[in-house]
């Protein structure tokens, strides 16, 4: 089955996080065979305590195993240390269908 990773992220420095760990991250997701398929920026949160004016960033995988595979990698975990003070991340994995 399908999986999404949703990504909701406060950028403290949105050029430096992009430059450094969004570039690297991306070609690594795309490695993995995870797509990017949503961006978005200034979310408005209505409920829950945390989103207000983050990014929100939804990558497409073949499955929860490649997704895994991904997220734990020797080079993911050294990607994402690049974002180390840059930003407040909430990252959730989940199975599902997309439907329009």
Do not use: C, N
Request: charged share 30%; aromatic share 12%; proline share 2%.
């Amino acid at each position: 089955m399908t999986a999404y990773m949703i990504i909701t992220a406060r950028i403290h420095d949105r050029d430096a996080f992009i430059a450094g760990y969004g570039r690297q991250a991306a070609e690594l997701v795309a490695r993995h065979g995870g797509r990017y398929v949503f961006r978005g920026r200034d979310a408005q949160l209505l409920e829950g305590d945390f989103g207000d004016g983050a990014a929100i960033l939804v990558s497409r995988w073949p499955d929860m195993q490649t997704l895994r595979r991904f997220w734990d990698s020797p080079d993911y975990a050294e990607i994402k240390r690049l974002r180390d003070g840059m930003a407040d991340v909430q990252v959730i994995a989940v199975e599902g269908v997309w439907q329009e």
